[in-house]
Structures are given as C-alpha cells and as structure tokens.
C-alpha cells in the first residue's frame, strides 16, 4: 500500500477518534445535567463542529514544519460544573469518558481484527484500518489520560485528590501547553508512555 495512503488513511482514522472522544465528554456531561455542549451543537459526528483553527490546524503545520514532535487537539467540548450535582465527581466521570471511548474503541477494533485476520490479506486494507484504529486509540486513551492540565487525566486526578490540593494543582494549567510541548520535545512521555502503549497493544492485537 501506498505511503501517503497509509497517512492519509491514519489521518482521518485519528481525527474520527477525536471526535468521538469529543462527543464523549459532552454526551457524559449532558447525562450529569449539563445541557452545554448538547445546546452548542458539539454532539455531532459533523467534522467542522470540532475543528480548531489554531489546535487543529495551524498548531499542528508549525510544529511539522520546524522539525518538532507534532501535537494538535480538537475544539474542546464545552462543560458547566455548576449544572453538575456532585461537581468534583462528574468532572472526574466527563474527562474519564473521552480516554475511556478510545479504549472501546481500540477493543472494538481489536476484536475485528482478530476475527477477519484468517479471512483477509495480512497487508490488506481492511486489516491495515483496524490494526491502525487499534493503535491510534490506545495511543489516544493513554496520552489523555496523562495528569498534565488541561489534558483528561488532570479531570480524574481532581476527582481523585482531597478538594484542598484542587486549586493549586490547576494552577499550572496555563503553562500546560508549554510543559507537554517539552515533554514531548525531549521524548520524556516517549518514555512511559511508547511501553505501556505497546504492552496493552500486544495485549489486545
């Protein structure tokens, strides 16, 4: 198969799973009682709802274009913590379900894989689409979950810690950017991040 195929094909395989990890949280901060997202028309599979300018376009060309690790992200899905019952609760459940529709995802696309694998050329299309599906999003579910704000895991983490540690610890999300983009930059999350990936990979294909 082609390169710029198999990127192309990556490509759009990614952005749907971004999408979809998008609508997740809206969807899970409308069934808490946040009607946000829902009523700014983010539950929609619709691709220009989701698009960014800055994160998904232009960030993304600039860094590719200077040689550094490539990073991009969706619009993000508005929420309203004051339409939750138990905000510290609902806040952890509607970051944890964008990492948590990957991993269904990656499950999904692995179950198929297995199943058409003995049917299906090894190099074919079909199974090169969900082994990368597999992949992308384990990759995806994994990277948000990282607690760095304003990524997913620092939602679950302020879940997760006692409510005095709450305001200090967002405190550094506007340098969050700026720290994956080191992280990144030096391979740090490369670290941790490429052998559990492949771990659960192994795993699942």
């Known amino acids: 198969m082609d390169g710029l195929i198999e990127k192309v094909i990556t490509l759009v395989l990614v952005f749907g799973s971004v999408i979809l990890h998008e609508i997740a949280h809206g969807y899970t901060a409308w069934r808490l009682g946040d009607p946000t997202a829902r009523m700014q028309g983010r539950l929609t599979l619709n691709p220009l709802a989701h698009i960014d300018l800055f994160g998904t376009i232009l960030v993304p060309l600039v860094l590719s274009f200077t040689g550094a690790p490539v990073l991009g992200w ?68 994994l990277f948000n979950l990282i607690p760095i704000p304003p990524l997913d895991g620092s939602r679950v983490a302020v879940g997760l810690m006692p409510s ?10 506007r340098f969050g950017f700026l720290i994956l983009i080191a992280l990144l930059w030096t391979n740090a999350i490369d670290w941790f991040l490429n052998p559990l990936a492949g771990f659960v990979i192994k795993i699942l294909l």
């Not at 199943?115 to 999003?137: E, H, K, R, S, Y």
């Open 164 to 173: 005095e540690w709450v305001a200090p610890y967002l405190r550094i999300e």
């Open 74 to 141: 969706a619009k993000p899905v508005p929420f309203n913590p004051s339409y939750f019952r138990d905000p510290k609760r609902d806040i952890m459940l509607t970051g944890a379900a964008g990492p948590a529709t990957n991993f269904a995802i990656a499950i999904l696309a692995a179950l198929l894989f297995r199943a058409a694998q003995p049917w299906l050329a090894p190099t074919g299309l079909p199974i090169f689409m969900l082994a990368t599906l597999c992949v992308c999003n384990v990759f995806l579910g």
